[in-house]
């Protein structure tokens, strides 16, 4: 048994043998050392948390509301293919997707089962291939504008790290939500459109917004330009952020693009959006959410009532585009 304290969860008592494995395995520990933010910091200060910490946030969330074991084990897993700097790699690799941040989920499978992930699940007497399938899970996993638990996490914690709100905030929207039928649903109108506008807040500015552009785009090429030039390694790829960052600071003085571009990358050098006047075309996965919610005997969606909602959803386009250029 081990007692794990949450930000938003509190203090948990954690009994599963197999949870505890896989908690303790290399695996899931590398992950302590991956920014949930990507690399926020320095655009957004005191803002740091980790992929463990979401990773066992999402864990607690199914927990919290009785999903499966299984479940709960699939969503406890589901980061560990992440790289360092997170959704950056997605600006290093050409197979990357900048408009729908996928290069983790494109190696997911081929990653999990270079780890020891399988055997730990296999002792336990857990079949691998089920437990990595998103489509036995529909808690987990769900198409935008619905609501999945990776959504829910990472926005509560979008809201007390970024946002600054208190806490209270985040449990309002936990004690007004339900697990239905598979499916999120809030047990009002209220809250739930409330729950839409913060996170359509949280996407304007920090998902998809201007500084999460100029992050993406100089931590893209500072760690590209640190690979072409044999500075970094692939493994150096799927290590932790420290060591990658050990690893270019050893080279910045002898290096001046280098060092350009950890200016950049640690908002030292202004940048600016210009689509008349610019060096980089980015693009930015866009996030909205259409939350069911409660409506007397039946189930709807907030955009069912609220015709400027429903305009929104419509309206809102998959990507944000960027026209960026650094005056240095």
Same mark, same amino acid.
């Given at each position: ?12 008592? =954690?009994?599963?043998?197999? =949870? ?29 948390? *980790? ?32 790289? *360092?700097?997170?959704?950056?790699? #997605? ?6 997707? +900048?408009?729908?941040? %996928? ?8 990653? =999990? ?8 699940? &296999?002792?336990?007497? !857990? ?28 926005? !509560?914690? *979008? ?34 459109? &409330? ?8 996407? #304007? ?34 290590? @932790? ?12 003085? *002898? ?8 200016? &950049? ?21 866009? &996030? ?5 919610? @409660?409506?007397? %005997?039946? @189930? ?13 959803? +419509? ?10 250029? !650094?005056?240095?």
């Amino acid at each position: 048994m081990m007692i794990y304290t949450d930000p938003i969860y509190w203090s948990i008592n =954690i009994e599963e043998p197999v =949870i505890l494995d896989l908690i303790q395995s290399p695996t899931l520990q590398r992950l302590k050392g991956i920014d949930q933010a990507w690399y926020f910091e320095p655009h957004f200060p005191d803002s740091k948390h *980790t992929r463990f910490e979401h990773s066992l946030g999402v864990y607690l969330l199914l927990k919290r509301y009785g999903a499966s074991i299984e479940e709960q084990i699939s969503w406890l897993i589901h980061d560990v293919s992440h790289g *360092t700097f997170s959704h950056c790699l #997605d600006y290093v690799f050409d197979e990357g997707s +900048q408009k729908e941040q %996928n290069h983790q989920d494109n190696i997911f499978e081929e990653f =999990i089962k270079k780890t020891n992930i399988p055997d730990i699940l &296999r002792k336990h007497w !857990f079949d691998v291939d089920y437990i990595i399938d998103d489509k036995n899970f529909p808690l987990k996993e769900t198409i935008l504008p619905d609501l999945c638990a990776d959504r829910i996490d990472y926005s !509560f914690r *979008t809201m007390i790290y970024y946002d600054k709100q208190p806490i209270e905030n985040v449990h309002y929207f936990l004690n007004h939500l339900k697990a239905i039928d598979k499916k999120w649903i809030f047990n009002d109108f209220e809250s739930a459109k &409330r729950y839409a506008e913060v996170f359509h807040k949280n996407n #304007d500015v920090f998902y998809s917004g201007i500084q999460s552009a100029i992050m993406h785009k100089s931590v893209g090429s500072c760690l590209k330009h640190a690979w072409n030039m044999w500075y970094l390694t692939m493994d150096d790829f799927y290590s @932790i952020d420290q060591q990658v960052l050990d690893k270019i600071t050893s080279h910045i003085e *002898t290096d001046a693009q280098l060092s350009i571009y950890w200016e &950049r990358m640690n908002n030292k050098i202004p940048c600016k959006n210009d689509p008349d006047n610019y060096e980089f075309h980015v693009f930015c996965k866009s &996030r909205l959410v259409d939350p069911l919610f @409660i409506d007397g %005997n039946g @189930i709807k969606r907030v955009s069912d009532v609220d015709i400027e909602w429903k305009t929104i959803i +419509q309206t809102a386009p998959k990507y944000k585009e960027y026209f960026l250029k !650094f005056e240095k």
